[in-house]
């Protein structure tokens, strides 16, 4: 018994593309978020280093 081969599928073939929903009116952007979140870390890293610093 042959098997025929099955034709190999591409992702994405089908034309259709993700687009990422569209935030609520007043919710912040992801960029936002994001920057937001690096300059936690810094502020936290800096507090971290003066704590040491004054002990």
Same mark, same amino acid.
């Given at each position: 018994? =042959? =098997? #025929? ?5 591409? !992702?994405?073939?089908? +034309?259709? =593309?993700? /687009?990422? !929903?569209?935030?609520? !009116?007043? $919710? !912040?952007?992801? %960029?936002?978020?994001?920057? %937001? $979140? #690096? +300059? ?6 800096? #507090?971290? /280093?003066?704590?040491? /610093?004054? =002990?």
């Amino acid at each position: 018994m =042959t =098997t #025929s081969e099955l034709p190999r599928r591409n !992702p994405g073939a089908s +034309g259709r =593309t993700y /687009t990422p !929903p569209e935030p609520q !009116p007043g $919710a !912040p952007s992801r %960029a936002l978020r994001v920057r %937001a $979140a #690096s +300059g936690w870390e810094k502020f936290m890293h800096r #507090s971290e /280093t003066r704590q040491e /610093t004054e =002990t």
